[in-house]
Nanobody, 122 residues
Framework: QVQLVESGGGLVQAGGSLRLSCAAS????????MGWVRQAPGKEREFVAA???????YYASSMKGRLTISRDNAENTVYLQMNSLKPEDTAVYYC????????????????WGQGTQVTVSS
C-alpha cells in the first residue's frame, strides 16, 4: 500500500516562494506518476502539476511559469517549487499519485496525501 506524506506548507507573503515535498512509501511507489492538486476555500479541487517517473512534466496553465515539479526516484519524493505566489494561490495542496497520468490531470487519482496548507498573504 502506497502512502503519501506532504510537508513544506505554511504562510508566505505575496511574491514569495515555497517548496512542497511529498514522500511516497510502499514497494511500488517509484513507478507512480506523482503530482499536486489544490483546493481553495469554497472552490473545487484544481490540478496543479504532475511528473512521471521518467521526468515528463505537466502543469496547470493558470500557474505555468511559476511552478517547477521535480522528483527523486531514489527517495520516492516529489517536490513542487512555487514562486511569485499570489493570494489566490492560498489553498490546501494535496499530493496525489496514480499509475496513469490522465488520472492526475483529471483529478481522479487513486492515492491522496492528507494535504498541506499554503497561505499567501497580501
Amino acid at each position: 500500500q502506497v502512502q503519501l506524506v506532504e510537508s513544506g506548507g505554511g504562510l508566505v507573503q505575496a511574491g514569495g516562494s515555497l517548496r512542497l515535498s511529498c514522500a511516497a512509501s510502499g514497494r511500488t511507489a517509484s513507478t507512480y506518476v506523482m503530482g499536486w492538486v489544490r483546493q481553495a476555500p469554497g472552490k473545487e479541487r484544481e490540478f496543479v502539476a504532475a511528473i512521471t517517473r521518467s521526468g515528463n512534466t505537466y502543469y496547470a496553465s493558470s500557474m505555468k511559469g511559476r511552478l517547477t515539479i521535480s522528483r527523486d526516484n531514489a527517495e520516492n519524493t516529489v517536490y513542487l517549487q512555487m514562486n511569485s505566489l499570489k493570494p489566490e494561490d492560498t489553498a490546501v495542496y494535496y499530493c496525489a499519485a496514480d499509475a496513469i497520468t490522465g488520472r492526475l490531470t483529471s483529478i481522479t487519482p487513486n492515492l491522496w496525501g492528507q494535504g498541506t496548507q499554503v497561505t499567501v498573504s497580501s
